[in-house]
Structures are given as C-alpha cells and as structure tokens.
C-alpha cells in the first residue's frame, strides 16, 4: 500500500484557513515544482551574494534572476542553473538515482562517495603537511566522522534491535551487554 | 546566519472567511503565496535573519509587518500575504490576504494585529 507524502506545513496551513482540503494538494504541488528553485535561492542568500553579484558573474540583467528565483522548475534552462551554480560559487554535479537498485547497492554507493571525499581531504593534508591549521582541521575532521557514523550506525542497530557481534563468538554471546572482543578482523550483525 | 531555527506558523490573527474568499476567487494565486511563504521559512529555518536576506517576493512594510506575493502565475492578480516574523519566538503570524488595490487597508490592519500581538507577547502570552 502506497503511504501519502506528507505535506508541508505552509500547504497545510492554506488549506486550513480556506477551509478546502484540496488546496493542500495545490499548494504542496506548486512547493514540488519549485524545488530547485528554492535550492538555488537558499544557496545565494547562504553565500550572502546579491541578486546583482550573481546576474554580473553570469553575464545578465539582475531581472533575469529576479524572473529566476520567483519562477518553477519548469521555466529553468539547464545553462541557467549552471551558471547560478557557478556564480554562488557552488559545485553542481547532477545524479541519477535507479529507485529499483538495492538500499544495500546504494549505501555501498554512499560509503565510495564518504571515502572518495577523505580521499581528496587526505591528498589535501600531505600536501599541505602535518603543522599546517587546516591539517589539524582535517585531523579532527577524520575523528569527527568516524564519531557520527558510529553513532547514527548504533542507532540503526537499536531500532532494528540488531546487536553486533564478533562471528567466532556469535552463537555463544546472548546477552546485549556482552564485552567486546579486543580484536576483531571482522564483525557480523545478528537479531537480539 | 545564524545556527539552524525551528520557525513555526500561528494564524490565530488570520480571518479564515477572508483567506477562504480570496482562495476562492483566486486559486492560483492563493497557492503561490503559500508556495512563496515555505520558501521563507525555509530560509528562516536556515538560519538567516529577517532583513539579512533579500528576495523579491518578500518585503517590509514597516513596523514588522512583512508582505509576500504572488509568483509564476501567468497573468497573475498583484496579490499579498502579510506576516509579521516574531524572531523571539521564532513564529512566523498570518495576518492579513488581499490583492494590492486594498493593501493600504491590509497593512493597517495588520499593523493593527502586531501591535496587538506585541501587547499579549509583553502580558506574557506569546502564542495567541
């Protein structure tokens, strides 16, 4: 059975005070259909660049990104969001999700995109080497990471009720407060 | 900008028969200033202050009140929604709907409607 999205409070909000369930639906379309536009607008205004800044950088009139940021999605040119992009100083890469693909498949995904990107930090440090500011920024960064995904991941396992066990010990281990082992090549996950 | 906020709506100063006529004579219109009002409180959410930012949709006028139009619809009316943003709180209160022939009338009413605010915000009673 397929669950209805639920909607935002704004679109919420206008169907209450017109007293029309069905201007929910409205309003929560026109909100979908301005998704990237909203981004974009986001991103200018958390750069604290002006409508003018961003029309010099793309080479128009600051009526066009006015025009821009007060229309849909579907008015949007693929040039136009390259160009704000650009402008905002903001990387724009565009991604395809398949929705048939494995959650496993696209987590795996995820975990490349985690390593490519301490990858690209890493190469950063050598180069900048040990007693620069921004390495030890990196440094904490690192610990930061693997502190957050520790977390958020011991979350999954207590909602799911999965505890994490080392596989040689595995069937002996019945209790969730089990000791952890001091060394482990491996870990599996098993239901409590 | 500031860290991350958590703005909420209150309608309580809103006229539902006034907001219920205007969606009904002017649907589109109706859901781009709505569409428009998520915007700000995605950007409100965001962390940035009111008056820190500038949209055109989106302007002062005066003494707190704050008015949002319409946008992208095709031969659209000039239409406003009017808000007063209490950053105290983080609330962002509806006040008045209408099209720009009567916006003289709105804007004193809703200038009407935060001051009355402010006075039940001073009394201790901010959310009504």
């Known amino acids: 059975m397929s669950k209805k999205p639920k909607s935002s409070e704004a679109a919420s909000l206008a169907a209450l005070l017109a007293g029309d369930p069905a201007v929910e639906a409205k309003v929560e379309r026109e909100i979908q259909h301005s998704v990237v536009v909203s981004h974009l607008l986001s991103l200018r205004v958390s750069k604290g660049r002006t409508q003018e800044q961003v029309a010099q950088s793309m080479g128009c009139d600051a009526s066009k990104i006015s025009r821009l940021e007060a229309g849909t999605d579907e008015g949007l040119k693929w040039m136009d969001i390259v160009g704000y992009s650009q402008a905002v100083g903001v990387d724009f890469r565009l991604a395809f999700e398949d929705r048939d693909l494995p959650a496993a498949d696209r987590i795996k995904h995820c975990v490349f995109e985690i390593d490519a990107g301490l990858k690209h930090l890493a190469e950063l440090a050598k180069t900048l080497g040990t007693n620069d500011g921004i390495t030890q920024k990196i440094h904490s960064f690192y610990a930061e990471v693997l502190f957050n995904f520790l977390v958020r991941y011991k979350d999954s396992c207590d909602s799911i009720g999965l505890t994490i066990r080392p596989p040689h010990t595995a069937h002996k281990v019945t209790s969730r407060a089990a000791p952890a082992e001091p060394k482990r090549e491996k870990t599996t996950m098993q239901t409590a | ?128």
Do not use: C
């Not at chain 2, 002062?60 to 009140?65: I, M």
């Open chain 2, 1 to 128: 900008m500031s860290a991350s906020a958590n703005w909420a709506f209150d309608a309580t100063h809103a006229s539902k028969s006034q907001f219920a006529k205007f969606n009904k004579n002017h649907p589109n219109e109706y859901a781009s200033l709505f569409a428009n009002l998520a915007k700000i409180q995605g950007l409100l959410r965001g962390g940035h202050k009111i008056g820190g930012f500038h949209v055109n949709f989106f302007r002062s006028e005066g003494n707190e009140v704050y008015r949002i139009g319409q946008t992208g619809v095709p031969g659209s009316l000039e239409s406003r929604l009017y808000l007063y943003p209490d950053s105290e709180f983080q609330i962002l209160h509806i006040l008045e709907i209408g099209e720009k022939t009567g916006q003289q009338a709105d804007i004193k009413s809703a200038k009407k409607k935060v001051l009355e605010i402010q006075k039940q915000k001073s009394a201790g009673n901010p959310a009504t």
